[in-house]
């Protein structure tokens, strides 16, 4: 909230240069991904938590009192990177850890639970941020934002693990036999990471289909900022508030998925994601753009995000139960270098259309391909197990 504050500020209205500053956000998936994937099956999975988080508080703590105040944005867009490519270690290591704290049969509720928190935090964060930098400011907002980081990183010393890794020399061929002890370089890492998710069918069927869904969200998502900012004529707070109805049906989504859906295969949930998902940002649009009604822009939020909360947990969970430990860091990375891949491509090319075409057009066309795809997927991919 307050990146898209400061970028208003800037330059109001404006899908291009939202893009931009989003671009920096998504390269380091490319540059440092890789590579962060195959130091996480080597280091501390919690150490490497507690590191990022310090590390990216000091930088939005220096946004905050230095950079914007710069009349150039391009310092800004170089520690939006660096905080980014601190991300690229974090999240894979933070998924990578699950299965060293839950006994297996935990995975699903563990993962539901990872991501009901996740879900907690977006709408507090999209609540309390976007009060903040509507009324106080870009500098708040990154204020309170360096104190999260700081407090997640006293947090994490919290954790316990139950269950260990083996030695970090030792490699997992298809997720069975053991290798002889090798020292082993990152590309030689990387490499044998790209062996390891061709030979799991699921997985790589898994990565796929997430690209897919990441392409939709791209296509939309500068699009829609700019959209709600010019339909209700607000900077961060309509956004914010529609955040926290995505936010808490996309928790009750979860939720309930956590609770009764072990008995859907993830394939099928990806799909049906993709289709009503698609279909209420058709229905989103359309509402918005014929009648400005904040009621019924936060009530189809809430929709969307609960038609969409399950697809955040059932990957994660089939990665898990699947993926050998001392491989899990390389797969994970493998899926962000995907999908936001996926992600970047489809959000530039939309950008790069909005130019031309009204964003309702745009919204309403992304929401309809993904509708087919999510249709084509299930009747072709839906007994998947």
């Known amino acids: 909230m307050a990146l898209v504050g400061l970028m208003t500020l800037r330059h109001p209205g404006s899908v291009a240069e939202m893009s931009k500053l989003l671009v920096f956000t998504i390269i380091p998936a490319f540059i440092v991904g890789p590579i962060a994937g195959v130091y996480i099956d080597r280091w501390d999975r919690r150490t490497v938590l507690f590191i990022c988080y310090f590390l990216q508080g000091l930088l939005v703590l220096w946004a905050a009192f230095y950079l914007i105040h710069l009349p150039d944005m391009w310092p800004m867009y170089g520690v939006v990177f660096t905080i980014f490519s601190l991300s690229r270690f974090y999240v894979p290591a933070k998924m990578s850890l699950i299965p060293e704290i839950v006994h297996e049969d935990d995975l699903h509720i563990a993962n539901s639970l990872s991501t009901i928190t996740g879900m907690i935090a977006l709408v507090l964060g999209a609540l309390l941020g976007s009060l903040i930098v509507e009324y106080s400011g870009s500098f708040s907002g990154f204020c309170w934002d360096a104190a999260c980081y700081f407090l997640s990183g006293v947090l994490v010393f919290t954790i316990a693990a139950l269950r260990r890794r083996l030695p970090n020399k030792k490699a997992i061929i298809a997720g069975a036999k053991e290798m002889l002890r090798v020292e082993k370089s990152v590309w030689h890492e990387i490499v044998d990471g790209i062996h390891y998710i061709r030979s799991q069918k699921e997985i790589s069927f898994i990565i796929g289909m997430m690209a897919i869904l990441l392409a939709a969200v791209g296509a939309i998502y500068v699009v829609i900022i700019v959209f709600i900012q010019q339909a209700f004529h607000s900077v961060t707070k309509d956004l914010g508030f529609l955040a926290v109805a995505l936010g808490l049906g996309a928790f009750l989504g979860s939720l309930a998925y956590g609770r009764w859906g072990k008995k859907i295969t993830a394939f099928k949930v990806i799909f049906w994601s993709l289709i009503l998902g698609g279909g209420m940002v058709v229905l989103f649009a359309s509402t918005v753009e014929a009648t ?51 992600f970047l491509l489809a959000m530039m090319t939309s950008s790069f259309l909005s130019q031309h075409i009204p964003g309702f057009w745009i919204l309403t066309t992304a929401g309809g391909i993904f509708i087919v795809v999510g249709v084509v997927g299930l009747f072709k991919f839906g007994e998947k197990s």
């Open 292 to 342: 400005h009604d904040r009621l019924l822009a936060l009530g189809l939020s809430f929709v969307l995000g609960f038609v969409i909360g399950p697809v955040m947990v059932a990957p994660n969970t089939v990665i898990n139960k699947i993926c050998a430990l001392e491989m899990s860091g390389k797969v994970f990375a493998a899926l962000e270098f995907v999908i936001f891949m996926a």
